[in-house]
Every structure is written in structure tokens, then in C-alpha cells.
């Protein structure tokens, strides 16, 4: 029953986190210089036309009001409507813009998101393990020192530089991929793959190298250790010594990293979609903090901070599952 | 299958996803709506459109005979039609790679216009009554002729017949009076409003469906010319903000039934019914916004895209020795500007604003910013290439500009600060003209600020700091910039000599005269205004072999606002 209040209580937590993101992220909105209405205006932004659209956006309701509208919706289902796709009607004012709620706008752009998540974990996964045991098992060799060092370099190239190499590489000199990753375009499905290879291909090159590096420590150790070194003296083959006693035992500091991993992605892909030109939720975001289209922004960072706390809270329900010292939490 | 079968399943179907599968990437010509009749004539492919036939798959699986679409794609081969049914003519389609990315705030409503992306968008879809040509000299569009009265206060606009709106609805004289009334209108907020001066509501009749009068309460003698600003292009009598805002709305080349603002790609198709014999000359323009330096060039290169609308200068040089890629030229086109407030001490000195001037080396400036390829200019931002335009450029003189800046009282030198922020090519244009200024001993600092709010925040308040000008025409630049109560008079010029000049040149039909007097008044701006403009760069666009027949026309960023 013990684990069961642990659940509990690190669910409660990880709600209480979500409302906390959804407080600092409307209020740092709040705080930044301008708004909506100037942000969509730009330089045509005289203090009449200002107004006019304030009013339009409902912009002039104070902050607290905006908020609590907000967050009554949200829990509900209701994720609103964006300030600059869609202008609720006031008395007398001309009807507003288009009407897109956040929903429609959010959906297609998170798929892209999740797809491109997806195919690049699918990739890292078997990517990393078999680099990892390579690595260690032949840790004496010129190539897995090759490997260690290629692993290295995708730990200590910044994503961008790894994107934008590709894009020269594979896209421009070679063309083997398109340079637009313009998946919403995709005529089959071995289209999409393939503009969705470069991309994710950066992802995988930068959790790939974080999760070898976590794995090779452990690995290390285990193959070190007495029991591991008994198997092997006692004449078992060494194929089997690896996967079955050395692996399992080093697998607990790689799942560790995947989440880290996956809790990485969630900001990875911003920096991927720009160079890549994704249609994701990464450009969404980044077009949404540029106009402080407040509803979309706060939808797309509680998309984003749910993925951060899943993943943590797994990883801890997990570990209170596996670990008996930490079910008393 | 007949021509008009296969556009009507393209019409009865087109929708983004569906677009997608029948009209994928393909080698194309074009020439688009409003640049139509500028464009060279007889634009043609160097080779037949490749293509592939196939049965279309988006084809409603009901009852819906088996129907022929043209897949096009850059590397496959002719093969012929497939089907039992006789081909259809191959759809084109113009890949146009633009070079800022879209936002949510792009609109087709022409009172909303606020980006050079509006600007592009509303050009396919809409049109005005009279446009600008190369030159910027004003040039019939949908009106046919127009004549005024001796004063300048009344002007009578003659329309084209026959013309119709994307709904089908003709083209008469009442949505003229609608367009420029909806401008007007203090509840519809647009920023075009302020582009009219002399215009009120009431001073727009229409005596018949074919016949538009403007009363004018101050003379101007090149109205037609003011009525090219971006926001007058004509929408249907009695559309309104949410009707224009989801779909095209005009008489453009080109249509759209859905737009989505913020799309990375949008596709427009072509208009059936356009007036214009022989345009629009593609089936689909598809303009893809790539905000991205590197995949753009990577786009060009590859081939993702028939036409990149911007080539960044430095990369001018490496697309041009590309064999695919031609690289085709606007002269006239934009320019960072520095500027100071002229009441602001020290700048309330002319001999600080002109030591400055002198200090500033041009040729320098457009061989260390712009690779050698950018306009001399002189501080104002109209160049010389321009009707009623001054030209000219100020020589480079250290010992004049020291000599002046003793004379503003400064011997020794004297420290100024340049707000600017990262955008535009301001991250060396400012460095440049740094270095070159502190030759002189005019030691400016670069105080960086965020470019998100830069306009909104630094500009017109900070006293000296960077800005930004399309090339305007020599009334509307003088207007905009330097009239006593102008909005953008940024550098504070206000001379009510100045006012009365442009007021006569705006009332005197003797072109001499009025030639006389913009020279007068440009020349008052160099010497003494506070507006530092050593260069212009023209437009240099990128265009795929294959795509003939399309020139890049600066009409739509040069009065527009960037």
C-alpha cells in the first residue's frame, strides 16, 4: 500500500508542477515588452491602432482575469482561441480574422512533432545498445576507439552545427534528402521518411552519443566485476556472457538516459525544426512567442512540460517499483 | 479526359493535402498576376514539363470515373498517359522559395497589410487600380484611364469592364468607393488610413458602374500615384474582415479557398477567370516560406524550390557559378538607414551631421557590406534611378569631416551612441560604418537591443539608431519621412518652408516646376537632414533553368513597408 500512496503523492506533485509552468509561463509573457496587438502591428503601431486591437483581443481585461479565463477552459478541454488568428467580436467592432481555435492549430503541428520524435527514438535505441556493447566488448580495438570517438563528437558538437552540417552534406552536395522537410507535402510514406531522415538523424546523433557515454561506464564496471569475470573464466562464450550477465545490469543507467533523452527532445526539436523548416510544434512556438499569442503559447509549453513530467514521474514510479530504499519517499 | 474535366476535379478537390498529390514538385514558368504585363513575353520551359501520368488517388472512391491527374516531379521522365482516357494538359506548378518565414499574423486583407509576406500574398490574390511600374511611375491596372480636374481636387477614374472577383461577383465602381470608405473607416483600424491625405469618405462617388470620383480636400497632382500604396488593392462591396481574412477575395491571377496563416507552404491556384490574356501562366503558385539562411540556399541548389526571392549578397556569388541557377536583378530596392534627431543635442548641430557624412565611405561601405554590389547613395533614402529622383552620392573626405567637427566644437573627437539591434544586415552594416566614422574621431558605441521589440521600443524614440526603407516614390518618400506632422518623420525634420514646397509640387501640373522643386527639396535633406544613408542593395533573386519568362519586380517591396 506503500507504493500505492507514493503514486499518489508524486501525481498530486506533478499536477501541482503543471499549473506552477502554466503560472510562470503566462505571467514571463505578461512581463516581456508589448504585446499581442503591438507584436501584430510592428511598426504600424500607433497608440489608436493599439487600442483598437487590445480591445479586440481583450487585452485590456486585467492579467488575473485573462488568466483564470484561461485556466477554467483549459481544464476543461477548452484550450481557447489564438489572439492573432482569431479576434473575439466586441459590440460594434468589425468581426474578427479567422476563426482557428488552439486546437486545430496545435494538433497538426504536434503530430509532426511526435512523428519526427518517434522516428528518431526508433533509430536510437537499437543505435545506442549495439554502439554501447560494441564499444565496451571491443574496447581494445582501432574501430570501437573510432566509435568512441564519432560517440564523443555527437556528445560535444552543439545540435545545430551537426543540423546545418547534414543539410550541406546529405541535402545540398550529395541530394540524397531535401533540404525542406516538408512533410504536410509528403506524397507516400517513404516521402515523409526520407524528409524526415535528416532531421531526425540530428536527434539521434546527439541522445545517441549522451546514452553510449552512460552505458560504456557502466558496462565497464560490470565486465569487471567477479561475477562477470567468473562467467567468463568458467568458459562461457564471451556472446553470451555479454547479453546475458553483463547487459541487463548496465541497462538500468541507460534507460536513465533515455529519459533524459526524451526529456532532451522535447527542446531539441525547436532548434531542429528551424533548420530543417519542420511544420512542428517547435516553429509553432517560436512564431507564437514572437507575436505573444498568449493561448498558443501556453498551450504548446503545457504540451511540452507534460512530456518533461511523464517522463519524470515514470522514471520515479519506476525506480520506487525496482527499489525498495526509495518506496518510503 | 478534356482540359476542362481535369481542372475540374483540380477545383472540385483542391484542398492542401489533396493539392499535395496531384501536383508535387514540377519544372514550371510563370509570371505572376500583377507582374503579368511586365514580365518578358513568351515565357516557356526549355523542355516540356516532364511528367508522369497517374490515376489520381484522391478521386472520391464513389462514383467518380477513373480521372487523370498530372503527377509532376523534377527527375522522372515523359511517359505518357496511363489511363484509357486522353491525357490531360500537364499542370505547372511555380515553387516560389520566399525568404522570411510565414507568421500567424500574415493576412490577405489588404486594410491589414503589415509585412513584405502580406505584401506578396495580397499581390497574387488582388489588385489595385493603378500600380506602379518599374520606375514608379504610376501605370493603369484595373482602372483604364483617369483624368482631373485643373486644380487637382477632383479626379475622375475610368474601370476596366468585365472584370470578376474571386466570388464571381463583377467588378463595378461601388467596390472601388467600398475599398477606399473601408480604409477610411476609424472602426476597421487600418494603418493604410494615414496613406490618403485629402481624402474623406463622402469624397468618393460613383456616377456609374464604370466611373469612380475622388473629391479631395487639398490638391494633389499625383493622386494617382498616392493610391498605389499597399493597402488600396480592391475588395468586393460589403466584404468583411472575417470574409477576407479566410479566403482570396479579389481579382488577382491567382485564388485560394482556404487560407491558413503561418502555413510553411501555401498554394494558390490559378484564377479561370482572369482578365489578363495569357495569365496567370502556371495552374498552381505554391509559395514556400523558409526562414532559414541555409535550407533556403540548400532549396535553390536542390532544386525544392523554381524561385528563390531573395539571395542573401553573400551567397550572390556562389549561386550565380551554380549551372542550374540564374541569378536575376532589381535595381531598385531597400536600404538601412541610419538616422538622428536633428533637435536633439548634439545632433541639433549641422556640422556634427555633416562631418558624419563626410566621414561615411560609400564605395567602402558597399564593397566591405554588400560584396561591391550595392547603389551609392546620399543620404536620403529616394536613389537618383527614380522619376523626380536626385541621385549623386557625397565623396569620402576625412579632412572635411574633421574640419566640421571642429566647427560643431568638437577637436578632440566625440563619442555617440548607435542603437541598433541583431536583424536585417545591420550586424555589418553598423561595424563597418563604425570603423569608418572612428577614422574621423566620431567614436560610436553599438548599443544592442532586442529585435523583437525594436520597432516598437528604439525606433522613433531612440535619437540615434538604425532603421529601414523600401525605395518609395520621391512625393510619398518626402511625405512619409520629412513633413511637420508626418507619423515616420524619424529624424525630426520640420521646416515649414519644406511643407509649403511639397504642398506645390503637389498642386502645380508643370512637371519642370515640380521637378524644380523636389530637387530643391531633396537637396535641402542632404545637406542638412539627419537621415545617413550610404548605400542601396537591389533585389537579387534565384531562378531554376527551365523557368523562363519571370522577373522579379520591386514594385511590391519598394512601396511597401518592410
Known sequence: ?329 | MSDNESKGIVKRTLSRRKFNMIAGGSVLLAACGDNGDTAQPAATTAAPAPTTEAPATTAPATTTPATTTTIAATTTTEAGATTTTAAPRPLKTLRYGYHAATTSADTLDPAYRTSSTDGLFQTLVSEQIVRLDENLTPTPHLAESWEANDTGTEWTFHLREGITFHNGKPFVAADVVYTFQRLLDPDVASPGAGGLPGLEPDGLTAPDDYTVVMRLTQPNVDWPEAITNSHTRIVPEGATNADLAAQSLGTGAYRIDEFIPGEISTVFERNENYWQPGFPKVDFMEVIAIGEAEARLAAIRQGQVDILSEVPLASVDDLEADPDIEIVTNPIGSQSVAYCQIDVPPFDNNDLRLAIKYATNRPQHSDLVYGGRAHLMNDIPLPGLIRFGLGGSREHDLAMAREHLSRAGYPDGIDLTLTMAEMQDWTVWCPVWQQQLAEAGINVELNVTPADTYWGDQWLSAPFAMTGWNVRTVDHGLGLWYHSEAEWNETHWRSEEFDADLAAARSTTDEAERTRLYHKMQQQIIDEGGHFVPTMYGFFSAVRAGVTGWQPRGVYYTIDIP
Not at chain 1, 202 to 214: E, I, W
Not at chain 1, 251 to 265: D, E, F, K, Q
Not at chain 1, 285 to 295: F, G, I, Q, S, V
Not at chain 1, 300 to 314: E, P, R
Open chain 1, 1 to 329: 500500500m506503500h507504493f500505492v500512496r507514493v503514486t499518489g503523492q508524486r501525481t498530486a506533485l506533478a499536477v501541482v508542477a503543471l499549473i506552477a509552468v502554466s503560472l510562470i509561463t503566462f505571467w514571463a509573457v505578461e512581463l516581456l515588452p508589448g504585446d499581442a496587438a503591438t507584436r501584430m502591428l510592428g511598426r504600424e503601431a500607433t497608440p489608436e491602432r493599439v487600442a483598437h486591437f487590445q480591445e479586440q483581443m481583450n487585452l485590456d481585461a486585467p492579467a488575473v482575469e485573462r488568466y483564470s479565463t484561461w485556466i477554467t477552459g483549459f481544464v476543461q478541454g477548452d484550450w481557447g482561441e489564438s489572439l492573432i488568428q482569431a479576434r473575439p467580436k466586441t459590440e460594434g467592432a468589425p468581426a474578427g480574422r479567422i476563426n482557428r481555435s488552439v486546437t486545430d492549430i496545435i494538433v497538426p503541428r504536434l503530430t509532426n512533432t511526435l512523428q519526427l520524435a518517434a522516428f528518431a527514438l526508433i533509430m536510437y535505441i537499437p543505435l545506442s545498445l549495439m554502439i554501447g556493447i560494441v564499444t565496451a566488448a571491443y574496447r581494445d580495438r582501432a574501430f570501437a576507439a573510432g566509435l568512441s570517438t564519432l560517440v564523443i563528437l555527437g556528445c560535444a558538437v552543439p545540435d545545430f552545427v551537426i543540423a546545418i552540417f547534414l543539410l550541406i552534406i546529405f541535402a545540398v552536395a550529395l541530394e540524397w534528402f531535401p533540404a525542406l522537410s516538408l512533410v504536410d507535402q509528403a506524397e507516400t510514406f517513404g516521402a515523409q521518411l526520407r524528409m524526415m531522415t535528416l532531421p531526425a538523424v540530428t536527434l539521434t546523433a546527439a541522445m545517441t552519443g549522451f546514452a553510449v557515454r552512460q552505458m560504456q561506464a557502466s558496462l565497464m564496471s560490470v565486465l569487471n566485476s567477479d561475477y562477470v569475470q567468473f562467467a567468463t573464466l568458467k568458459g562461457l562464450p564471451r556472446r553470451r556472457v555479454m547479453l546475458l550477465h553483463a547487459l541487463p545490469n548496465a541497462l538500468g543507467p541507460a534507460l536513465r538516459a533515455t529519459v533524459i533523452n526524451v526529456v532532451w527532445l522535447v527542446g531539441g526539436v525547436v532548434l531542429v525544426e528551424v533548420v530543417f523548416t519542420y511544420p512542428g510544434i517547435g516553429l509553432l512556438l517560436l512564431d507564437a512567442l514572437r507575436l505573444l499569442d498568449t493561448p498558443v503559447i501556453l498551450a504548446s509549453t503545457m504540451i511540452l512540460a507534460s512530456v518533461y513530467i511523464l517522463c519524470n514521474l515514470g522514471a520515479d514510479l519506476v525506480a520506487a517499483a525496482l527499489n525498495p530504499r526509495l518506496r518510503t519517499g
